[in-house]
Each structure stands twice: as structure tokens, then as C-alpha cells.
């Protein structure tokens, strides 16, 4: 069984509260800001998250990336863009709020 990944301090710091504990499967695009890639020849990658005007495109060639070097690749380091994460999940929480608080007809 895989052990779990929890998000990186750096990460958590923004908003302990909500991040702390959190158990990462996936990460959306969107949220993004870069990866770093180290292959087993010890050369490291930077890769920015742009977002593109194609997100689907933009996730094919992520995947390409990794089944190209797969075989190569050491380690890979995320970097979440955590601000971002915190202000949607702030919004749709306001959003949600004011759903149930709002008076039945």
C-alpha cells in the first residue's frame, strides 16, 4: 500500500486550519504554479505552470512528459499555488453559506 502524501509545510503555513492533515491524490492544473523534475542523472527541471487557452492540451503534454521520461525520473516536487486554493475554497464556502442561510419561500 502507498503511503499517504500530505501537503508540504510551505503549503500548510498559508492556512493551517484547512491544509493541515490533508491527504493529496490529485492536484488540478489550475492550481499549479510549477514542478520540479530530478532525473536519476541528477539534472533538474523547472517546469512554470502557465495556464493555457487549452487546458486539455496542456494536461497531454504533461502526460507526455512523464511517459517520455518516466523511466528517468528521480523525483518530482510540486509547487501549489496555495493563495489561489485558499481564496476558491473561501468563495465557495461564502457562496454555500449563503445558499443555506437563505430563507425557504
Not at 61 to 78: C, D, M, Q, S
Request: charged content about 35%; glycine content about 2%.
Amino acid at each position: 500500500m502507498n503511503k499517504p502524501v500530505f501537503l508540504p509545510n510551505d503549503i500548510v503555513r498559508h492556512w493551517p486550519e484547512v491544509f493541515k492533515g490533508i491527504k493529496v491524490k490529485a492536484i488540478p492544473l489550475e492550481y499549479l504554479d510549477a514542478f520540479h523534475v530530478t532525473f536519476s542523472d541528477g539534472k533538474k527541471w523547472i517546469v512554470e505552470c502557465k495556464q493555457p487557452d487549452r487546458p486539455a492540451n496542456y494536461e497531454r503534454e504533461i502526460r507526455a512528459l512523464f511517459n517520455e521520461y518516466g523511466p528517468v525520473i528521480k523525483h518530482v516536487e510540486f509547487k501549489v499555488d496555495s493563495a489561489r486554493v485558499k481564496n476558491y475554497i473561501q468563495k465557495e464556502t461564502r457562496k454555500f453559506m449563503k445558499r443555506k442561510n437563505k430563507p425557504k419561500s
